[in-house]
């Protein structure tokens, strides 16, 4: 049962979303928009889960002192402190959960990412070497996106932007379709795998 | 010479951090503006369908990013709900991000309170749901049936502005801000080519590759990307001075300061290849 049962969901959920795309006329309608709307119940209910997950394994590490246990405390309070903020005054604006939102995680947020430049220059320094044609190929066509991408590349030379936009929209786009349609075959291929019980890797190793 | 080219190749990468932190600082510091030519890009395309649009029509804007993007998508949401106030078009927004939603009140309040334009009557701000792609599906049968209310708790019925609203199809277009997933790929696959809402949006500079293939086959009517982006359409509505504008001379010096490490690395890895040092 522990098997049969997790199958058969599936079977019966995949077949009546394939149904309700194809034939959008009831009952199927019915029956897809309820399981639409099941679905955002269940994924609205992971975020306590992600909740729980979160304030378990900060706890465990406080409690374990477990590497670099110190910022765990951080966390929990940060999160704790909006938690408190939104219930008690709500998100709406010039609130203290706005206030906080807005002067605190965001310039934090935005900080964070921002470290990427840093990381970025160095690991194109390093890595970024023409070894052979393709590289070359390669290092050109970045080189040429990098200053099409800012204004200063139309300053040295007005067609740098459009050799931008071509190798973008061209070669760019060649190679992206390709990769799209590959997963996209993959992501149909496995879907049905799963509806028709082929794929069980995800019950867990439950068969 | 060879021990040169060594100590060339092996820099320290704090020298390379410092040397990008100044490239970045130093235009700020001084205030440096490079002026932003904008040609035949896919930014002027969704200026131009944008500024086809009616007024009095209805856009619907999703704030799919945080705030570790929102150095490159804040102000293109910005500039983007200026000029959909400009021509009096009625935006309603919305985030498959939980950050997005305050980020897209921020930028939508503060055009809003300079051009005078009245929450609910002009804009609302429904706030995040969960689900992604599923939602979006859902978004196109029932609107109120996922947010029953906005974001500040605002019944949908008691909201003047979104009346006539019913669907995904009751929008002329739909703007995805997005920094990953899900975002511009899922409006696309869910809103556009399944219920035919023209499609809109803006990216990430890393993110805008990717995206190219949408608006060659017309899935998207525009899109902005990266900072770059976000500048043209500052210059294309005419916002003098605007955050991304500014971001362009330190974006500028920084890209100028990579391609050079670059050479460097190249011109020091090349040397020991010829000496039989490197492969």
């Known amino acids: ?207 | 010479m060879a021990d040169f080219y060594e100590k060339l190749g092996n820099i320290d990468r704090r020298i390379i951090f410092v040397l990008i932190a100044l490239a970045v600082i130093i235009p700020i510091i001084f205030g440096m503006v490079f002026p932003n030519p904008v040609g035949a890009e896919p930014s002027r395309d969704l200026f131009n369908y944008v500024d086809s649009l009616p007024e009095g029509s209805n856009v619907l804007i999703s704030f799919d990013y945080d705030p570790s993007t929102m150095p490159e998508l804040q102000p293109m949401a910005e500039a983007i709900v200026l000029h959909l106030f400009q021509k009096n078009i009625n935006i309603v927004g919305m985030a498959l991000w939980p950050q997005g939603a305050s980020l897209g009140q921020d930028a939508m309040s503060s055009m809003a309170d300079s051009l005078g334009k009245v929450q609910f009557e002009d804009w609302c701000n429904l706030g995040y749901k969960t689900g992604g792609g599923v939602m979006i599906v859902r978004l196109g049968s029932s609107m109120s049936a996922v947010f029953p209310t906005d974001r500040d708790d605002v019944l949908w019925s008691e909201i003047p502005m979104l009346r006539g609203i019913t669907s995904l199809e009751s929008f002329s277009l739909i703007i995805s801000l997005s920094a990953g997933d899900p975002g511009i790929i899922a409006w696309v696959m869910m809103a556009g080519d399944r219920f035919g809402v023209p499609i809109g949006g803006g990216c990430t500079a890393v993110s805008a590759p990717t995206l190219y293939t949408y608006l060659q086959t017309g899935q998207m009517v525009g899109m902005l990307g990266g900072l770059k982006g976000a500048a043209d359409y500052e210059t294309l509505v005419g916002i003098t001075g605007g955050q991304a504008v500014r971001g362009m001379a330190p974006q500028s010096i920084a890209h100028i300061v990579i391609m050079l490490f670059i050479i460097i690395g190249n011109v020091a890895y090349l040397s020991q290849r010829k000496k039989g040092g490197a492969k």
């Open chain 1, 1 to 207: 049962m522990r098997l049969i049962i997790p199958l058969a969901i599936t079977f019966t959920a995949g077949m009546l979303m394939i149904l309700n795309f194809f034939i959008p006329h009831q009952p199927f309608r019915f029956l897809g928009e309820n399981l639409q709307e099941w679905y955002l119940i269940v994924a609205s209910g992971s975020i306590f889960l992600g909740v729980m997950n979160l304030m378990h394994v900060h706890f465990r590490k406080i409690k374990l002192k477990l590497k670099n246990w110190k910022y765990s405390p951080v966390t929990i309070i940060g999160f704790l402190l909006m938690l408190v903020t939104g219930l008690i005054y709500g998100v709406t604006e010039l609130k203290p959960f706005d206030y906080l939102f807005m002067n605190m995680v965001a310039p934090m947020g935005a900080t964070m990412f921002s470290l990427l430049a840093f990381f970025v220059a160095s690991a194109a320094f390093r890595a970024f070497r023409a070894s052979n044609w393709r590289a070359t190929l390669l290092l050109t066509s970045a080189f040429l996106v990098m200053l099409g991408q800012v204004p200063v590349g139309a300053m040295i030379w007005d067609k740098i932007p459009l050799a931008k936009v071509w190798l973008m929209s061209i070669p760019n786009t060649a190679g992206q379709r390709a990769v799209m349609i590959g997963a996209a075959m993959g992501v149909v291929s496995t879907s049905l795998r799963m509806i028709f019980g082929i794929e069980r890797s995800w019950l867990g190793g439950a068969d």
